[in-house]
Each structure stands twice: as C-alpha cells, then as structure tokens.
C-alpha cells in the first residue's frame, strides 16, 4: 500500500478531499459579535425552546448537521460516516443529535479540538477509499459548560480576567471525494502536552503549549515556514494563548506575527463583550471555521490556511483532585 | 482510489492489517472469574495504589498501554496514532494515561464499543496508508463508574436483577501492516439505534438493538450467515441483551443459537460471583478481546471471529432529564 507519511506527525493526502459545504448556528451572543453575518442561523433564546441547556445543545447540533447535509444536496444515504463529538459528559449533545439521522457514526473526543479531528480523521478515511462523503460536526454551549464544568449560573460567579467564554452554537462540516471548492490537504495529528497549568479559568495557557508542539511538528514535517500560509488560525487559546504561541515560536525561529490568529479571539468584539481572553469550546473553532474561514476560502481572500483546533482534556473531578490540564492541537492544511 | 466499501456499512480491508499483540489487566474481582488466566496482568488493590478510582482506572490504561507496546516489541518512535477513550467524563482515564506516552492521540467516544471503534477506524486508517502501527485502548473501573453514573458506592445501594458489573481494568492491542497471526478483514460502523429504554439499570436491553442492527448491516453486506464465523461476539450485552439479540435475529432468519455469545457472559461466574446480569464497561469487550479470545485465536480455536462492541449513550444528566439510552455497536472481523 502507498505510505502518505511525511515526518513524524503529519499525512499527506493523496486525493483531493473537498469541504463541499459548512453549516454553522450560534446563540444569541454571538449573534452580536463581528462575525455574526458570516454564521447561517442563529437562535437568539439560550434554550433553544427546549426545557434544558443540554437538550438546547443538542438541537443546535442536529440543526447543523441537518442544516449542512441541505446545504451538499448529497442524499442522506450517500453518507458512509458522521464523525462528531462535543464536551457533555459522554458527549450526548453529538450521540441524541445524531440518533435523529440514520448515519454510522463515529464518536470523537478531542474537547474543543473535536472539529479539526473530525476533519483530519474523515478526510484520511475518505483518501484511503473508506468513504466518499462524511459529515463533521460539534456544538458546545456557554450555560451547559459553565454548568458541568465551573459553577451554576445562578451563582452568578465573577469571572476571572483569563477566562474565555463558552460558545453557544454547533458547526458541521462535509466532506468529499467530489467536487470543487476548498480541499483539505494535509493532516498533523497532535501528541498530548502537559506543562502544568491547574487553573481552569486560564485554559488557553494550558492549551498553547499543545498548539506550539502540533505547529512545530506540522513545520518540520511539511518544509513549510510560516508564511508559507495566508492565515494560520489556532482554536481557542484566546488572547492568553495566542500571545504564548507568538512567543515561543519566535524563539524557535518561526514568525507568526503577520498572519496569525486564534477564532476564540475573532469571535467575540474585546471592548463591547466583556469575554476576558476571548471565546472558547467545540463551537468557537467549528463556527468560526464553518461561517467565517470557509467563507474567505470560497472568496478565495484566504487560499491557504492551518487551522489548528485545541483541546483541554481534563474534566470537573481532575480538577478537583488537583491534576493539571493536559492539552491537544490538531492541524489540517486547507487550500483552494 | 480505489473504493473499499461493501454493501451500506462495511468496508473490506484490502491489506492485511495484523493484530500484533494485545494486553490485558484487571482488578479483583475479574481475576477471581473463569477467564483469570488468560489476562496479561491483575491487580488485588482497586485503588492501584492511586488516591481515587479515577486515577486508579487511569493507571490501569497506562499499565495496559506500556504493556502491549513492550509485548510488540515495536519502538514507541514507531507508533503513528493511539486510539483510545473511555466511560470517565471527557475521558479522562486515557487522555491522562496517555500524556505519559509520546503518541499522537486521536480521542474516540464510543462509551463500551470503544476498543472495536478504535481497531476498526485503526485498520482503516492503516489500510488506508495512514499509519503503520497503531495502538487501541480502552479501560473501565467499578468504582469509578457506579460513583459517576449511578450511586455513591458508600450508599450500599441494592442491584436490579437486570443490571452488570463494570469491568475494571485495561485492555490495548496493537495494529500493524507487517507481521503475522490473525487479521482484521472487515469493519462494519454501527449507527445508533434508541428503542425508548431509559433504565440505566438495564443497559443490555438498551444496547441490544443497536447489537441487533450492526449484526444484521455486516451480514447483508458481506453476504454472510452466523455460521461463516467460528464465534460471534457482543460486546457487553450480558445475559438479557444476549437473548434479545438471539431472539430478535432469529425472526428475520439469522440463527445465533449455535456460535454466539457475549463478553459480559464470559468475564464472570454466573452462580459464584453475583453480578446478575453479567459484566459491563469499556474493559469488558476489552480484557476479554485481548485476553481470552486473542488466545484462541492465536491458539487456532477460533479461525474466524466477528466482535461486536456495543455502547451506551447516556449520561447521569440524560437519565436525570428522563431521555431514553442510545446505543451503538461496530463489528470487526477477525481471521487467522
């Protein structure tokens, strides 16, 4: 069989794996936020008309999903996979969503990196002949995460200056072996990073260090330099993160101060949203990819991007029994 | 490329993607039952020496993983991908085993099916040129589970006759395009399949019609009876989902009577070891994958075998909120 390995980390693909079509829906606050326009839908009730923030989760997900399979015009039945997770314990907002489509799925966890992995992962199994069309999707949601995660809402708890703000939204992504429009290129599959950090009210400093390494790795292994891209755009460090990023590639030789950001912080206006470092979960990568991004590569304003999705892989018991937060990047290329 | 699909839901390997090697671990109790010594390792402590269930079930995963990897005898420098998840929230047993290894992680949610997700999207990905070496895992712990999803273990709460006994400990297997001994020819991506159960004390009847729907997808597929395999499977049924299986196959002309049973059936002794409806949890199918029926096969008992894993889609907030349990099965077929 033909090896599509190059370097330690990263799968050069072999096909052309088309982005045929993205769906994103958001809630209300970041329907008032600078990219509002770019999103397909938005609901401006937190619940969604549902009786929980889970269920409201839930069918922001399956209206992605639903959502984007309308926008392909591929018959339901010419999905071999959906591949999809979310940060709900045992990621129920993807499992109830996806029990309403007749699709085999394939569950993900990669926290908030969970978009990029799906479109890493689906994109190797489309090149390797598994499948011709597969859907990609995650939600997250501000009160759900706040709940399971932090403290109840009704605590009316301050936030602390470093914090980022859930996104309240899912995105959905697919994927094909036909067609025309953007095409995944590259994948750079991403190690688990551990420096330290125990404070989850600063999960972009805990995330960074895992986006450093995936960088670093998907450089080496590619030859490319940084500017190699026209936007490099990282998932939710934030403001925090991003900063951290800049400076440890500078030291190791690589520029990032002309082209690149991070959605968490392209999602949320700094002044007028109050969100501290920016915008983080599932959503803030998938939304930003599927509304804005994609259109940039349609609009061919962006024709070659790394995107980066981040991930903090702990939970609300390792942090009580004082564990640090381990992190994951993972990467694809994207160019038209 | 050349298309590898069969029928809706398999897909034919076209490389002989081997299994390695495997390992197992478990606690107490699963090394007092009728598999004890086919497992590569037990431990008497449910603790593992560690401070909490988690970090114990956390340690089970790493023991698991380090394990198989010197069993191999592949250096670590040699393994593109670990594939992994478990039943903790965010899984954080394998994310933090895990962050002790140098491997690219790709997180999978699958709840008890998670090491067959993880060898069938591994053989995929393999087949596909992705990947040379791959390692699945996947790991369980009474203590952990029954505190997360059910009752504090302190309450002494009583057990529904219908109800399992999570499996604690790890099970790891290593995929590989070069090698010998047996070979995953086929995987069949289940979808998720809800028939309105919602008693969280009764997860083989929840999970039986997802078992039921991938067996008869793999068999459509692939043109196949029951009685091609030398043994059938399923993941972790126990003794109702078992009979619901063999029941409900049995009307649409499938006859499991002869050559099927259930890992959950196996992993215990029915009359000594009180677990009413038999074993439970990611490292039920797992331990006894690469204990039990790894052996059998390499012992060339067992020629051709087809492994359902099935999962549980719920969490303690689901079942809180009154939702029913989804559930899911993926098979793969085993060959010598």
């Not at 609901?43 to 392909?72: H, M, P, R, T």
């Not at 934030?238 to 520029?255: F, R, T």
């Amino acid at each position: 069989m033909e090896n599509k390995r190059i370097g330690n980390q990263t799968v050069k693909l072999t096909n052309p794996i088309y982005i045929n079509s993205t769906y994103s829906i958001v809630g209300p606050k970041e329907s008032e936020g600078p990219l509002a326009k770019y999103f397909d839908n938005s609901v401006q009730d937190a619940f969604y008309g549902e009786q929980s923030w889970e269920k409201a989760e839930s069918k922001f997900c399956l209206s992605s999903i639903n959502g984007c399979i309308a926008k392909s015009k591929i018959p339901v039945s010419d999905f071999e996979y959906i591949l999809a997770g979310d940060l709900l314990n045992q990621c129920t907002s993807s499992s109830f969503a996806i029990r309403e489509t007749n699709i085999p799925f394939i569950g993900l966890f990669g926290a908030c990196s969970t978009i990029i992995e799906g479109l890493a992962v689906g994109s190797m199994l489309i090149d390797g002949g598994m499948a011709n069309n597969i859907v990609c999707s995650t939600s997250s949601h501000f009160c759900s995460a706040e709940k399971q995660f932090r403290f109840p809402l009704e605590l009316g708890n301050q936030r602390a200056p470093s914090s980022q703000w859930t996104v309240t939204g899912s995105a959905s992504a697919i994927i094909s072996n036909k067609g025309n429009g953007p095409k995944i290129t590259h994948t750079t599959i991403g190690k688990i990073v551990d420096m330290g950090i125990t404070d989850a009210n600063n999960m972009g400093a805990a995330m960074a260090p895992a986006a450093i390494n995936t960088l670093k790795a998907h450089f080496e292994d590619t030859g490319r330099k940084p500017d190699y891209y026209d936007l490099i755009v990282t998932g939710d460090l934030g403001y925090i993160g991003h900063q951290i990023v800049i400076d440890s590639l500078k030291a190791d030789d690589y520029d990032l101060n002309n082209n690149y950001t991070d959605c968490g912080i392209l999602i949320f206006d700094k002044e007028k949203q109050d969100t501290h470092s920016g915008g983080s979960g599932c959503a803030c990568c998938g939304t930003v990819l599927a509304g804005y991004l994609f259109n940039k590569l349609q609009n061919k304003e962006i024709n070659k991007l790394l995107i980066v999705g981040t991930g903090a892989l702990m939970n609300a018991t390792t942090c009580q029994q004082s564990e640090s937060i381990p992190g994951i990047a993972h990467a694809i290329a994207i160019e038209n």
